[in-house]
């Protein structure tokens, strides 16, 4: 799909029809979501601008990330999106600058896009450039992770408040805090490369105006922000998981404990009946009367002041 945003003098026109399309002398953004081949090379060919490959946009090394020349730029960054199976995945976005246009290359519908699309139509006259529109961009996306983030938090609060040596202690809890670890951990890097990305948009030559640059320094600061949060957010998950691994120690003690008194309380008597288990003809209680009833007795006092012991001793 290809979406083409022109300005005119009373607002910005979307348009779809790549091929009817003639005028891009006031082409804002062009933004391609999963397009076809055909659709890439028409593209290529109205605005002679080349796309990178995906293999190309998955590449992490800084040359590869941002790319500057005298007549274009090029950036290329991960976004998280939603996904049923893994919950969230990363994809990458190829940014290209030519000729005071923005072209986008993804292959997934973003929100941060979907957000940027509503603010050109509702304050058109902040989009006068393709660089606007990709700051817009980050912006929007930057918000998005700051609320992911929040979202996290949240979550882990809640997690926090289950764990007491009441609850029901099992791996699925120790599971859910590593899926917990795996997010932060994906968000921290899709936060991170953004930050290596806008840094090096602070310092192209010529491509931003101040104000521009002052709202990329901006951007800067709040990603700061949000790796300091996303260091708490894994500090707060290794307290969790030290805490829940702790609970389990104690619940695992507290069941030995019980088997050991258990087995404890039941010594004294074991030892009684064997030796009254004894075939010795000179036992005085075999031929009592109240012999039987005498060694039971005998065997309940044993087992009480066994009890007695381990309150008064406080191991109970």
Do not use: C
């Not at 304050?123 to 996306?141: N, T, V, Y």
């Not at 790796?227 to 619940?251: A, C, K, V």
């Amino acid at each position: 799909m290809i979406r083409i945003f022109q300005q005119d003098e009373t607002a910005v026109r979307k348009i779809r029809d790549i091929d009817s399309f003639s005028d891009t002398e006031r082409t804002l953004w062009v933004d391609l979501q999963n397009p076809t081949a055909a659709e890439i090379k028409s593209v290529e060919e109205k605005f002679d601008v080349d796309f990178l490959s995906q293999q190309e946009q998955l590449e992490i090394e800084s040359s590869s990330r941002y790319i500057e020349e005298d007549d274009y730029l090029i950036a290329n960054s991960n976004f998280l999106v939603p996904d049923p199976e893994h919950r969230y995945i990363t994809v990458p976005v190829s940014f290209i600058l030519k000729d005071d246009t923005l072209f986008t290359y993804r292959n997934a519908d973003l929100k941060s896009f979907a957000d940027t699309v509503k603010r050109i139509k509702s304050r058109r006259a902040l989009f006068s450039d393709g660089a606007q529109i990709l700051i817009s961009i980050f912006e929007s996306r930057i918000d998005y992770d700051a609320d992911l983030i929040e979202m996290v938090s949240g979550e882990i609060k809640a997690i926090n408040r289950m764990l007491d040596l009441d609850a029901n202690l099992d791996r699925e809890m120790l599971l859910n805090i590593n899926d917990y670890q795996e997010l932060t951990m994906n968000i921290r890097e899709n936060v991170v490369d953004k930050q290596r990305v806008i840094s090096s948009m602070i310092r192209s030559d010529g491509w931003f105006s101040d104000a521009e640059q002052q709202r990329l320094r901006t951007l800067i600061k709040d990603i700061g922000s949000l790796i300091d949060h996303t260091n708490f957010i894994f500090e707060r998950l290794e307290f969790l998981q030290n805490t829940y691994l702790g609970l389990i120690d104690l619940e695992q003690n507290r069941i030995v404990k019980i088997f050991t008194v258990v087995s404890l309380v039941f010594l004294p008597p074991t030892l009684l009946a064997s030796i009254w288990g004894m075939n010795f003809d000179e036992m005085p209680e075999i031929h009592w009367k109240y012999g039987y009833a005498f060694a039971l007795a005998m065997m309940v006092l044993s087992s009480a002041l066994t009890v007695w012991v381990f309150r008064r001793k406080n191991w109970l």
